[in-house]
């Protein structure tokens, strides 16, 4: 596996491997790398000849009272688990590098960006397209690949895509998820015994509004009672926001259909953790 950390390093490797012919797979993350972040390095694989992983914390898309400087990382260990997943080029650059003395411009995400996620984070999807811009520039993907896990994310850099009229494929992959149902997430590793424990509740609110949504309740407000009365076994867990969601534009609906989606973010102990599901697939 290549390493690379300057940019002149990852536009030369780029070239050469589409002067090679080789059609290239991105995948984007912030490190500290679990099972999902690899499902999408498999994903990427099925798609493609050569593919990319870059690790950046991307200082842009933390709030100043957010987890930027505890955010965990661990190059060695990201390094080995990419290898040996068959990641053919890593890129690992400085914020330095990324985002020279003087850097001002961003990316304007749209309305999406205020609501849910945007509306708890302000800037955050400023942040978050900016360095995706960046990257896509960069690395000049054919396909590049994102976990549903954060389906704001997702829809985002999709309209970006479109608006933008990139030639790069968004490929979604499913949420992989502990035996329990709980999501993997590089801040789970914040979570004490305890609130591991807890944490699962968040899943088991999702997966009981599918339940219901099976059993024939389509309103949102059925399906968010639902919800609340699964969270309220776990009291210690505050829950930010309940979204049930046009896939599309991330708009509330009072009716659901198999393409709704239903988020939620919750706070346990300082940790704070997002979930969601499309009601026709359910905890998959
Ligand atoms: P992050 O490192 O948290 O920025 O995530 C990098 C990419 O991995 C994003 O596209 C995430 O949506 C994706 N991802 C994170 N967690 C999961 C998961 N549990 N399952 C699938 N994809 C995930």
Same mark, same amino acid.
């Given at each position: ?6 940019? +002149? ?37 099925? #798609? ?22 505890? =955010? ?12 040996? $997943?068959?990641?053919?080029?890593? %890129? ?32 955050? %999807? ?9 990257? %896509? ?8 690949? %994102? ?10 850099? $999709? ?36 609130? $591991? ?14 339940? +219901? ?27 930010? =926001? ?24 919750? $706070?346990?102990?300082?940790? #704070? ?12």
């Amino acid at each position: 596996m290549l390493e690379l950390t300057s940019i +002149a390093d990852l536009r030369a490797w780029s070239r050469a491997e589409r002067s090679a012919g080789r059609l290239i797979g991105f995948v984007p993350t912030m490190g500290y790398l679990h099972e999902g972040h690899l499902s999408l390095v498999d994903e990427a694989r099925r #798609r493609t000849d050569s593919v990319i992983l870059s690790i950046f914390v991307n200082p842009l898309q933390f709030g100043p009272s957010e987890d930027l400087s505890r =955010y965990p990382r661990d190059i060695p260990r990201d390094r080995a688990l990419a290898s040996a $997943r068959g990641v053919d080029a890593l %890129f690992v650059p400085t914020v330095a590098a990324m985002y020279p003395p003087g850097s001002q411009v961003r990316l304007s995400p749209g309305p999406i960006a205020d609501l849910w996620e945007g509306a708890a984070r302000p800037g955050h %999807f400023t942040g978050v397209l900016t360095v995706v811009a960046k990257l %896509f520039h960069l690395v000049e993907p054919d396909v590049a690949c %994102f976990g549903q896990k954060d389906v704001q994310q997702l829809t985002l850099v $999709r309209r970006m895509v479109r608006d933008l009229d990139w030639p790069v494929e968004i490929v979604a992959a499913p949420t992989v998820r502990e035996p329990d149902g709980l999501a993997l997430s590089s801040r789970n590793a914040y979570l004490n015994p305890e609130d $591991r424990g807890r944490a699962v509740v968040l899943s088991r609110a999702l997966h009981a509004a599918h339940q +219901a949504w099976r059993g024939g309740e389509t309103r949102a407000t059925g399906l968010e009672a639902r919800m609340r009365q699964e969270l309220g076994r776990e009291p210690t867990v505050a829950v930010e =926001y309940i979204s049930i969601a046009d896939p599309e534009t991330l708009e509330p609906v009072d009716t659901t259909d198999e393409r709704t989606v239903v988020s939620i973010a919750a $706070r346990i102990g300082g940790t #704070r953790l997002i979930d969601n599901i499309q009601l026709g697939e359910g905890i998959r």
